[in-house]
């Protein structure tokens, strides 16, 4: 009897020390579902979603507060890559939260106009302006995400969007005109 | 004899090669405007070293890139720059891409060359050389040879393999190469055994090109190469496929995602050797390739030697024009891998073995609509890849990217002999060619989403670092003035305010006192 309770509390004692140690060694930071999620997001961070980025839309998902079709610069394929990783079901995209564009937009500074006022630095979240106090700003074209947050704070509205330009590079294969309904049938 | 082996699939096509074998090589005239595209090889867009108004020689750099994987472009003669502009380029979307123009002089008039001292020079001072000839892989794939070699050289090489197999239809530039400059195809392959140190090279040459085997057998003995022989090979479509020809000649595949020097080979084509004698022994940059002009809508079809830049227009002329202008469908490369051209105005580019020339009733374009697979099986007997096309077609079909990947989409070599076979006319390599466009579309979103994220989080962490640093400032701050002010009430002088009521209230109780008595 005695010999049974010593047992046991050795054990509960030797595995309470096991699952203590697992706990620190592999504890895991941060939510890795937030993480995937994510990671499947288009990161233009433009919150057309409500929320203030990706990341913060992306934990609203994982804690169940926001539906899945919130981000129209992912558009559908996003919607559907989401839907299959939460295993739910694949939404249409939110109109009320904009449209979704094939071709991604890209910032652009007239920099006639550009005043030097550095707030379009200060809202971009991409770090993607460049320019100084009184002096001409300039968009990194390579890493603009086309957010369009940096149009509301210029006071000259000197920041147009355009389509990206794409190059050859860019240029894809089609895939053969859809399939005629058979003619045997 | 050297024991050849097979590699699965694969088709027996109509060689349709004596039209352009019955003239020998010709050497192209120079056309009046050269068009140079900036990128002529796969990697980084090079940059003009030129600007417009400036006179070029022959051979003189005129772009370039300091990424490793780059191929300098060189001027093919002598000329003014009459601007650097988008012109068509040969691109299966038939676009436009940014070309160097050059108003050509006529005088051919050639730059300074820097000899160099070839006995003492080292693998790497050899690779250098070939980095900055602008050499890149002329049997079509147009990869840089430079870095390949760097990397052959880093793996170490058990067997080189020259490829002189040229499989596809109506191409024979390789097979008239072979014929002209057997010596330096030779001398170059003595070059790339200094550099890669191979314990064996094998030379492949279908067994349909007696007269070339015949003149590199020649130019062999010549030369005193070790362990090197010509290997006769059966001529099977596409035996000429980098990982076909090394089944054939040594019966081992490349593993999936590895390339030939993982496993100590190291393939290069007979054009390639060439231009690596020319630019070893006399620095002469790659300005010029042979290309066969061939198709049945062309008078005289042929082999010309050609500056790179020649417009293809240029090239049809001197082949005697088309037999029906108004049909002319021109194809860049061969009937199963080539890619329809938007016009005759594109120029030859370092990648251009072949121009064919078709009658718009002839070429089988690919239809506006297909009929239903039949689950035949045929595609997958044909297939040099060992992959099952059909599958890959399902995929390709309902966009399940994912799913033709598993199914090794990225293996397909694109050589057509499934469309070929297929008997209901499906264009199966568009569709693989579609997928594959898709996916490195995504792949390259992903890679922007990526770096867009790590900008975001870098900005979220530096906004948060200063505002702790405020935070920290201000507090700082208030300590100060927290410590001042406690420090001011052991003596009275720190604040003037009380010291001033405190004196006058001492005055007052002075006046008063002086008033009682």
Same mark, same amino acid.
């Given at each position: 009897?005695?010999?049974?309770?010593?047992?046991?509390?050795?054990?509960?004692?030797?595995?309470?020390?096991?699952?203590?140690?697992?706990?620190?060694?592999?504890? #895991?930071?941060?939510?890795?579902?937030?993480?995937?999620?994510?990671?499947?997001?288009?990161?233009?961070?433009?919150?057309?979603?409500?929320?203030?980025?990706?990341?913060?839309?992306?934990?609203?998902?994982?804690?169940?507060?926001?539906?899945?079709?919130?981000?129209?610069?992912?558009?559908?394929?996003?919607?559907?890559?989401?839907?299959?990783?939460?295993?739910?079901?694949?939404?249409?995209?939110?109109?009320?939260?904009?449209?979704?564009?094939? #071709?991604?937009?890209?910032?652009?500074?007239?920099?006639?106009?550009?005043?030097?006022?550095?707030?379009?630095?200060?809202?971009?979240?991409?770090?993607?302006?460049?320019?100084?106090?009184?002096?001409?700003?300039?968009?990194?074209?390579?890493?603009?995400?086309?957010?369009?947050?940096?149009?509301?704070?210029?006071? #000259?509205?000197?920041?147009?969007?355009?389509?990206?330009?794409?190059?050859?590079?860019?240029?894809?294969?089609?895939?053969?005109?859809?399939?005629?309904?058979?003619?045997?049938? | 004899?050297?024991?050849?082996?097979?590699?699965?699939?694969?088709?027996?096509?109509?060689?349709?090669?004596?039209?352009?074998?019955?003239?020998?090589?010709?050497?192209?005239?120079?056309?009046?405007?050269?068009?140079?595209?900036?990128?002529?090889?796969?990697?980084?867009?090079?940059?003009?070293?030129?600007?417009?108004?400036?006179?070029?020689?022959?051979?003189?750099?005129?772009?370039?890139?300091?990424?490793?994987?780059?191929?300098?472009?060189?001027?093919?003669?002598?000329?003014?720059?009459?601007?650097?502009?988008?012109?068509?380029?040969?691109?299966?979307?038939?676009?436009?891409?940014?070309?160097?123009?050059?108003?050509?002089?006529?005088?051919?008039?050639?730059?300074?060359?820097?000899?160099?001292?070839?006995?003492?020079?080292?693998?790497? =001072?050899?690779?250098?050389?070939?980095?900055?000839?602008?050499?890149?892989?002329?049997?079509?794939?147009?990869?840089?040879?430079?870095?390949?070699?760097?990397?052959?050289?880093?793996?170490?090489?058990?067997?080189?393999?020259?490829?002189?197999?040229?499989?596809?239809?109506?191409?024979?530039?390789?097979?008239?190469?072979?014929?002209?400059?057997?010596?330096?195809?030779?001398?170059?392959?003595?070059?790339?055994?200094?550099?890669?140190?191979?314990?064996?090279?094998?030379?492949?040459?279908?067994?349909?090109?007696?007269?070339?085997?015949?003149?590199?057998?020649?130019?062999? %003995?010549?030369?005193?190469?070790?362990?090197?022989?010509?290997?006769?090979?059966?001529?099977?479509?596409?035996?000429?496929?980098?990982?076909?020809?090394?089944?054939?000649?040594?019966?081992?595949?490349?593993?999936?995602?590895?390339?030939?020097?993982?496993?100590?080979?190291?393939?290069?084509?007979?054009?390639?050797?060439?231009?690596?004698?020319?630019?070893?022994?006399?620095?002469?940059?790659?300005?010029? =390739?042979?290309?066969?002009?061939?198709?049945?809508?062309?008078?005289?079809?042929?082999?010309? @030697?050609?500056?790179?830049?020649?417009?293809?227009?240029?090239?049809?002329?001197?082949?005697?024009?088309?037999?029906?202008?108004?049909? %002319?469908?021109?194809?860049?490369?061969?009937?199963?891998?080539?890619?329809?051209?938007?016009?005759?105005?594109?120029?030859?580019?370092?990648?251009?073995?072949?121009?064919?020339?078709?009658?718009? @009733?002839?070429?089988?374009?690919?239809?506006?609509?297909?009929? @239903?697979?039949?689950?035949?099986?045929?595609?997958?007997?044909?297939?040099?890849?060992?992959?099952?096309?059909?599958?890959?077609?399902?995929?390709?079909?309902?966009?399940?990217? @994912?799913?033709?990947?598993?199914?090794?989409?990225?293996?397909?070599?694109?050589?057509?002999?499934?469309?070929?076979?297929?008997?209901?006319?499906?264009?199966?390599?568009?569709?693989?060619?579609?997928?594959?466009?898709?996916?490195?579309?995504?792949?390259?979103?992903?890679?922007?989403?990526?770096?867009?994220?790590?900008?975001?989080?870098?900005?979220? =962490?530096?906004?948060?670092?200063?505002?702790?640093?405020?935070?920290?400032?201000?507090?700082?701050?208030?300590?100060?003035?927290?410590?001042?002010?406690?420090?001011?009430?052991?003596?009275?002088?720190?604040?003037?305010?009380?010291?001033?009521?405190?004196?006058?209230?001492?005055?007052?109780?002075?006046?008063?006192?002086?008033?009682?008595?």
């Amino acid at each position: 009897m005695l010999l049974a309770i010593a047992t046991i509390s050795l054990m509960a004692g030797l595995f309470g020390l096991i699952l203590g140690y697992a706990a620190i060694r592999f504890k #895991v930071e941060g939510n890795p579902i937030v993480d995937q999620i994510d990671a499947l997001l288009p990161q233009t961070q433009c919150g057309q979603c409500t929320y203030p980025g990706c990341r913060p839309y992306a934990e609203a998902i994982a804690n169940g507060e926001a539906p899945i079709n919130q981000c129209p610069p992912g558009g559908q394929a996003t919607i559907v890559a989401l839907a299959d990783l939460l295993d739910t079901e694949v939404l249409e995209l939110n109109a009320e939260h904009g449209e979704h564009l094939d #071709v991604p937009l890209l910032a652009v500074i007239d920099e006639q106009t550009c005043i030097g006022c550095t707030l379009c630095i200060q809202a971009c979240p991409v770090d993607a302006i460049l320019g100084a106090a009184k002096h001409m700003h300039t968009v990194i074209a390579d890493e603009c995400t086309g957010c369009k947050l940096c149009l509301p704070p210029c006071p #000259v509205d000197c920041i147009e969007m355009v389509p990206a330009p794409q190059t050859i590079e860019d240029w894809k294969w089609t895939l053969p005109p859809a399939l005629e309904p058979s003619q045997h049938a | 004899m050297h024991e050849l082996h097979r590699f699965h699939g694969g088709l027996k096509l109509d060689a349709h090669k004596s039209e352009s074998l019955v003239r020998d090589l010709q050497q192209a005239s120079l056309p009046a405007r050269l068009y140079l595209p900036l990128k002529q090889h796969i990697g980084d867009y090079n940059k003009p070293l030129v600007a417009v108004g400036d006179r070029v020689l022959r051979g003189q750099m005129i772009a370039a890139c300091d990424s490793p994987i780059c191929a300098p472009v060189h001027a093919p003669t002598s000329g003014r720059i009459a601007a650097i502009e988008n012109y068509p380029v040969a691109h299966p979307s038939g676009q436009s891409d940014t070309c160097i123009v050059i108003d050509v002089d006529g005088e051919d008039e050639p730059a300074e060359p820097m000899l160099p001292e070839l006995q003492h020079a080292d693998a790497q =001072r050899m690779i250098e050389l070939i980095c900055r000839a602008g050499i890149v892989g002329l049997g079509g794939a147009a990869f840089p040879t430079s870095p390949k070699l760097s990397r052959g050289n880093a793996h170490g090489i058990d067997t080189l393999i020259i490829n002189g197999v040229e499989c596809e239809p109506y191409i024979t530039c390789d097979d008239m190469l072979m014929r002209h400059y057997p010596a330096e195809v030779m001398r170059g392959v003595g070059y790339l055994q200094r550099i890669l140190q191979p314990k064996s090279t094998l030379i492949a040459i279908e067994d349909n090109k007696p007269e070339a085997s015949a003149a590199m057998a020649a130019a062999l %003995a010549g030369l005193t190469l070790d362990n090197t022989e010509i290997v006769t090979i059966p001529t099977i479509y596409p035996s000429g496929g980098e990982k076909q020809l090394i089944q054939i000649l040594t019966g081992k595949e490349v593993p999936i995602g590895q390339l030939a020097f993982d496993i100590g080979l190291f393939c290069q084509n007979v054009g390639t050797c060439v231009a690596i004698t020319r630019a070893l022994e006399q620095d002469q940059p790659l300005i010029s =390739r042979v290309v066969t002009i061939s198709g049945d809508n062309i008078r005289e079809p042929g082999n010309w @030697e050609v500056r790179l830049g020649t417009p293809i227009s240029h090239l049809v002329e001197l082949a005697g024009g088309y037999l029906d202008a108004a049909s %002319a469908y021109l194809v860049m490369g061969g009937p199963m891998m080539g890619f329809s051209l938007s016009g005759d105005r594109v120029p030859i580019v370092k990648a251009s073995n072949c121009i064919l020339v078709m009658r718009d @009733e002839t070429i089988p374009h690919s239809p506006g609509h297909h009929d @239903e697979c039949i689950r035949c099986g045929k595609c997958t007997e044909v297939c040099p890849a060992n992959l099952l096309p059909q599958q890959l077609y399902w995929h390709a079909r309902a966009q399940a990217w @994912e799913r033709a990947q598993e199914f090794h989409l990225f293996d397909c070599i694109e050589c057509g002999c499934c469309s070929a076979v297929c008997p209901s006319g499906i264009p199966l390599v568009q569709y693989y060619r579609a997928a594959k466009s898709e996916i490195r579309a995504a792949q390259k979103a992903h890679a922007r989403s990526d770096r867009a994220r790590l900008r975001f989080e870098f900005r979220e =962490r530096r906004l948060q670092q200063k505002k702790q640093q405020e935070e920290e400032r201000r507090r700082l701050k208030r300590e100060a003035l927290q410590k001042k002010k406690a420090g001011g009430d052991a003596s009275v002088q720190a604040d003037p305010v009380q010291a001033a009521l405190q004196r006058v209230k001492a005055r007052k109780q002075a006046a008063a006192e002086e008033g009682t008595p």
